[in-house]
Nanobody, 120 residues
Framework: QVQLVESGGGLVQPGGSLRLSCAASGNIFRINAMGWYRRAPGNQRQLVATITNSGSMNYADSVKGRFTISRDDAKNMVYLRMNSLKLEDTAVYYC??????????????WGQGTQVTVSS
């Protein structure tokens, strides 16, 4: 089992910045990819950014150029630096990990989420 714990959410003014962190722990053999998803009020969950084990990154068009995903493999952590925040960035942000077991079984895990509120 793998556990994901997010932190860093909070209230920020439009144009401000915030840094989210996600720590993975437990029975980790291989993490293929980690990422951030969000669910805004009244909307479905959507991809924000992902990063693979090889370091390739993918961003939603709505955050491209403003958000940066990064990782620390030694600590099994992934981060999301959010700059130039907009009102529409308000959402619960979820950390996600895609893992492989020693027997090549693919599993995925989700964190509990952290609230990001952009408001003046």
């Amino acid at each position: 089992q793998v556990q994901l714990v997010e932190s860093g959410g909070g209230l920020v003014q439009p144009g401000g910045s915030l840094r989210l962190s996600c720590a993975a722990s437990g029975n980790i053999f291989r993490i293929n990819a980690m990422g951030w998803y969000r669910r805004a009020p009244g909307n479905q969950r959507q991809l924000v950014a992902t990063i693979t084990n090889s370091g390739s990154m993918n961003y939603a068009d709505s955050v491209k150029g403003r958000f940066t995903i990064s990782r620390d493999d030694a600590k099994n952590m992934v981060y999301l630096r959010m700059n130039s925040l907009k009102l529409e960035d308000t959402a619960v942000y979820y950390c996600h990990a895609l893992t492989t077991t020693p027997f090549l079984q693919i599993n995925d895990y989700w964190g509990q989420g952290t609230q990001v509120t952009v408001s003046s």
